[in-house]
């Protein structure tokens, strides 16, 4: 804009992502201290270096930025935990309280008593969890965790079969794919990489196929793809163990690449001692159970017909580069293992596993270099050597001196003590996006368990009513920060601070900065530096890091480029010297290859749950158990493009574009007697939620879906009334990497009488 027609300046900032898989450029406009309008990437485009542009959550920030119900001051609780009573009172009183109780309570427990949650609504280095991190192993400790809600299973699986997590092409090579198969994978709307869904959409224009298997009609498979498959949820494993069965029974898969590179594929290749053991090939077959796995036995699991089952593994057998692209949604399921082990394997089988347009499905960090590095801001090393799976917070706060190995504990034998504080930074999973609700509500009441709860955040979420004291924090848009791309992408972000924080807000640093000196650490925590400072030095951490080209903190700034981005012109190809000469270059495994057959499953001695070849097992809640008798419908909670988890909840705009109801199919609403609009109750044994619904052809029959991440809002019966989907799962997890199952969920659902 003409800078002597007006005092606005423009200037050009990262998206505050929060938890979102993408990492988008925005242009702010602001006058007079305020930003009065929010646009996105204009820099030049190109499959190699693309624009990084803004969804509808980006564009619609500035409801966020000037909400009204924004946290203007700490509060302290003045009612029971839960009441969502609170009292104003200054950040001396609030950071005194907090520091004393951290002394008392690890004087009382020891510093293993200390916690601080998964949280991932900030991530631009100084706002976020890590900056109480730092605090927390400065002040002597606190318990660790491990995993995440969203990776939990197949972060730590994917290593199992390949050794390492850097199982992705560089996302360019999509374009030399003949066959696209996205598996419950949904870029159009949660966004998995910015630009994910445009690669995509150029690799079909280049000739590939692009078939998407998903119990819904998500905008991803309305727009990216050529065949909608629709799949009942939790039995994938089942339809890809049937497409193993084509493949090897019409002598489809790679043969010379499964015995060079392979373990286990066959009795040929067992590990040494093994040699008897069930091999992949043998389950496949049905030699030991009397079970072959065909497309026929599949149909009545999947409720797929077997001609397409059969015709999907074919097209992706000889279409001799193809993607399986696995989404996240399989994998946070009751054994949820089995779904990254199976999809890996058919990558594995068919050589798609080193070659330019294939892809080795899995966790899929780009090749190269791993992609980004989230954040570089220095937490310390914790001395407190004890860490919990991240999901199993509330085992620990109910009976963490009973927790050993046998509930996912590392580091220690056992814990030596239960959690009695939390410190929850940029967190809502102590309530909204936590399992069963209901349950963790009751333990967070308790004050016996945790004795005392800080939330830090920037709104009254359903986590800070259960708080002590809240600390109100400033947006992205009032402190500096910097991004690096999510998974994939190669481009550093600046974010520079835009305008004045609110009221009496601060960022998650200065906050972490100021409690720190309460405890006498202030010094040893900031080092004499302030937010700017610590962007400014990871500035240059980056360049030792990961881009040593990019410019210094103040070019970088003063010239308004925004982003620092690295085009791919030749695309990295995971696995390509493993491919090339797999003795030479053998991979992390045990076996340097990639092991289809895990002896490190098979030693767990739990054949049943944690199988040594991937299988198809029965869901402990499914339409095939007798829990179907009284719950008989399959509820998913996907991504909606209204929200980052459940973040953007609050912003009406959003609300107001995708608002939020149950889907449900015209089959399952005709027996009810539901019509579309009717506000329905969705329950089970752990809670329920009323909400309107929406029935569509785009579910398939037996399946609800409502969108995750709704506020929960219950009334005085306790029932939600925002259609918060996790009054409904379970706090129950996977057996092997004790993540959640967050997905496997049976219901009812009625029409509510007006």
Same mark, same amino acid.
Request: charged content about 25%; some cysteine; glycine content about 8%.
């Given at each position: ?13 990262? !998206? ?7 990492? !988008? ?30 969804? #509808? ?8 930025? $000037? ?5 203007? $001051? +700490?509060?302290?609780? #003045? ?21 004393? =109780? ?8 020891? @510093? ?34 491990? &995993? ?27 374009? @030399? ?34 078939? !998407? ?13 050529? %065949? ?22 019409? @002598? ?9 590179? !392979? ?32 497309? *026929? ?39 949820? %293992? ?28 780009? &090749? ?13 090393? /914790? ?22 190995? =046998?509930?996912? #504990? ?7 003590? /239960? ?12 309530? @909204? ?57 190669? =481009? ?6 835009? #305008? ?6 601060? &960022? ?46 103040? *070019? ?38 990639? %092991? ?22 029965? =869901? ?35 609300? %107001? ?15 009810? /007697? ?39 809002? +219950?009334?005085? *019966? ?37």
């Amino acid at each position: 804009m003409d800078s002597t027609q007006t005092d606005e300046r423009v200037v050009r900032v990262g !998206c505050p992502a929060h938890n979102c898989g993408g990492r !988008c450029l925005l242009k702010a406009h602001i006058k007079d201290g305020v930003i009065t309008r929010l646009e996105t990437d204009d820099r030049p485009d190109s499959i190699a270096d693309p624009q990084l542009r803004a969804c #509808v959550r980006g564009r619609a920030y500035l409801r966020r930025q $000037y909400h009204p119900d924004r946290l203007k $001051y +700490p509060l302290k609780r #003045v009612g029971k935990r839960g009441e969502g009573k609170f009292e104003r009172i200054s950040w001396d009183e609030a950071l005194s309280i907090i520091a004393a =109780e951290m002394q008392r309570i690890k004087e009382t427990y020891g @510093n293993g008593a200390l916690y601080v949650p998964y949280g991932t609504g900030g991530s631009s280095h100084t706002m976020g969890s890590d900056t109480a991190h730092r605090l927390m192993n400065l002040f002597g400790g606190c318990l660790n965790h491990y &995993s995440s809600y969203s990776w939990g299973v197949i972060e730590q699986i994917t290593e199992i079969i390949y050794g390492t997590n850097e199982t992705g092409n560089q996302r360019q090579d999509w374009l @030399n794919s003949k066959y696209i198969l996205m598996w419950s994978w949904n870029p159009a709307e949660m966004r998995d990489g910015t630009n994910s869904d445009f690669l995509i959409k150029k690799a079909r224009e280049n000739g590939a196929k692009v078939v !998407c298997i998903d119990p819904r009609m998500s905008m991803s498979a309305v727009s990216l793809a050529d %065949e909608w498959i629709p799949i009942r949820p939790g039995t994938d494993v089942a339809m890809m163990s049937a497409m193993a069965y084509v493949m090897i029974s019409e @002598n489809l898969y790679d043969a010379e690449f499964v015995r060079t590179h !392979c373990v286990g594929f066959d009795e040929t290749q067992m590990p040494t001692g093994l040699e008897g053991e069930e091999s992949y090939k043998d389950y496949i077959l049905g030699i030991r159970d009397g079970i072959p796995k065909t497309p *026929e036995w599949a149909e009545s699991i999947t409720g797929i017909p077997h001609e397409t089952i059969a015709r999907i593994a074919r097209e992706y057998a000889t279409s001799k580069s193809g993607v399986l692209y696995q989404g996240y949604g399989m994998q946070r399921r009751a054994y949820g %293992e089995q779904a990254v082990l199976v999809g890996c394997t058919l990558a594995a089988i068919t050589g798609n596993v080193g070659i330019s347009g294939g892809w080795a499905s899995g966790m899929a960090y780009q &090749s190269n270099d791993g992609g980004p590095l989230w954040s570089l801001f220095p937490v310390e090393e /914790n001395p407190v050597k004890a860490a919990i799976p991240s999901f199993l917070w509330t085992e620990a706060a109910l009976r963490g001196e009973e927790m050993s190995a =046998e509930d996912g #504990v590392k580091g220690v034998e056992k814990l030596d003590s /239960n959690i009695k504080l939390i410190y929850a930074v940029a967190c809502n999973t102590l309530v @909204n996006q936590h399992g069963n609700i209901n349950r963790a509500t009751e333990i967070l009441q308790d004050e016996n368990l945790v004795e005392l709860i800080v939330v830090q955040d920037q709104f009254m979420t359903s986590s800070g009513l259960y708080a002590d004291i809240i600390l109100p924090v400033c947006s992205q848009f009032e402190t500096w920060g910097l991004e690096d791309g999510w998974k994939y992408g190669d =481009e550093l972000i600046l974010m520079p601070k835009l #305008v004045e924080p609110l009221s009496e807000t601060k &960022s998650d640093y200065q906050i972490c900065a100021e409690l720190a000196e309460k405890l006498g650490i202030g010094e040893e925590y900031t080092q004499g530096r302030d937010d700017r400072d610590w962007i400014e030095w990871a500035i240059e951490a980056y360049r030792e890091a990961r881009f040593p080209d990019v410019p210094a903190f103040d *070019e970088f700034a003063d010239s308004n480029m925004g982003v620092y981005s690295v085009p791919v012109t030749k695309p990295a190809i995971a696995f390509e010297d493993f491919r090339a000469d797999p003795e030479v270059n053998p991979l992390g495994t045990p076996s340097g290859k990639i %092991e289809i057959f895990s002896k490190t499953l098979f030693d767990m001695g739990k054949p049943d749950v944690i199988p040594a070849v991937p299988k198809y097992i029965q =869901e402990w809640e499914s339409p095939f158990g007798a829990e179907a008798e009284e719950y008989p419908l399959q509820a998913l909670g996907h991504h909606s493009m209204g929200r980052v988890h459940s973040t953007h909840d609050n912003n009406d705009w959003l609300r %107001e574009a995708f608002p939020q109801r149950v889907f449900i199919n015209p089959v399952d609403a005709e027996k009810r /007697n539901i019509k579309n609009g009717d506000k329905v109750k969705v329950f089970n044994e752990r809670g329920a939620l009323i909400t309107p619904c929406r029935v569509t052809k785009r579910i398939m029959p037996g399946v609800v879906d409502i969108p995750a991440g709704a506020w929960w809002n +219950p009334n005085e *019966e306790g029932v939600d009334q925002s259609g918060s989907t996790n009054v409904l799962t379970s706090e129950k997890w996977t057996p092997w990497a004790f993540s959640n199952a967050l997905h496997t969920i049976m219901v009812q659902i009625e029409k509510v009488k007006s």
